[in-house]
């Protein structure tokens, strides 16, 4: 099977401007999960989406957002971008029916806001 | 949700020596996993272990889990070069949703 694939790798922004990053799970997995991590504040969990609904959500402002579509693939949106949001974006994938399942992670995409 | 605490925060050891990393969380879990990280690469899965289990081994790599005392430990023998990267783990709470969330990390790096 593939693994789970992100695009793009990288990406440079800047200020005020807005990105989509993508994310396709591995085949047959139903649930995406985002994390933002930076070098001060690790990894961080962004949301869940499963079955093409938001599952479970972490921490973040409303200008972070996401939806998966129906063949599982996800995209996560951030609009107005502030320098904070210079970070490593990792999507996993998984089952999502046990809780005890890996999680899948992709390379991720590196974004850089200048 | 349950986030688990990695410790040290760094480590540094010749190749050939054991590397230990220690996990510590807050409330009761179901399991708890270790992923490794390579630099600026996705995670990877190492190894999950259950709360009604003690100790786990992999290969070179071996985890103790004391439910007791909140702490797992992720031991890895006869280090080599290519295991420097960054260890996490992974507490799932007991009744809590399916997403591990992750701590910051213990940073291993092996000197050949």
């Known amino acids: 099977k593939a693994g789970v694939t992100q695009t793009p790798r990288y990406l440079i922004k800047t200020r005020g401007q807005q990105v989509t990053l993508s994310c396709s799970p591995i085949?047959?997995?139903?649930?995406v999960s985002w994390y933002q991590q930076t070098p001060g504040q690790g990894l961080q969990f962004l949301f869940e989406?499963?079955?093409?609904?938001?599952?479970n959500k972490g921490n973040f402002p409303g200008r972070f957002s996401g939806r998966q579509f129906s063949n599982s693939r996800s995209e996560m949106n951030v609009s107005t971008l502030e320098l904070g949001d210079s970070a490593l974006y990792l999507c996993a994938s998984s089952l999502g029916q046990f809780k005890s399942e890996t999680q899948y992670f992709g390379p991720g995409t590196r974004l850089l806001v200048l | 949700s349950q986030q688990g605490e990695e410790d040290p925060q760094a480590l540094s050891i010749q190749e050939g020596e054991n590397a230990t990393m220690n996990c510590s969380y807050k409330?009761?879990?179901?399991?708890l996993q270790w992923y490794r990280q390579n630099s600026g690469r996705g995670l990877v899965h190492l190894i999950l272990?259950?709360?009604?289990?003690r100790e786990k081994h992999s290969g070179r790599l071996r985890v103790t889990l004391d439910t007791s005392k909140k702490s797992s430990s992720l031991l890895i023998t006869a280090s080599r070069a290519a295991d420097t990267a960054s260890y996490f783990c992974?507490?799932?709470?007991?009744?809590?949703?399916?997403?591990?969330?992750f701590g910051r990390g213990t940073s291993l790096i092996v000197h050949p």
């Open positions: 992974a507490p799932q709470a007991s009744g809590g949703s399916y997403i591990p969330t």
């Open positions: 409330t009761s879990i179901n399991n």
């Open positions: 085949s047959g997995h139903r649930s």
């Open positions: 989406y499963f079955s093409e609904t938001q599952r």
């Open positions: 272990i259950r709360s009604n289990e």
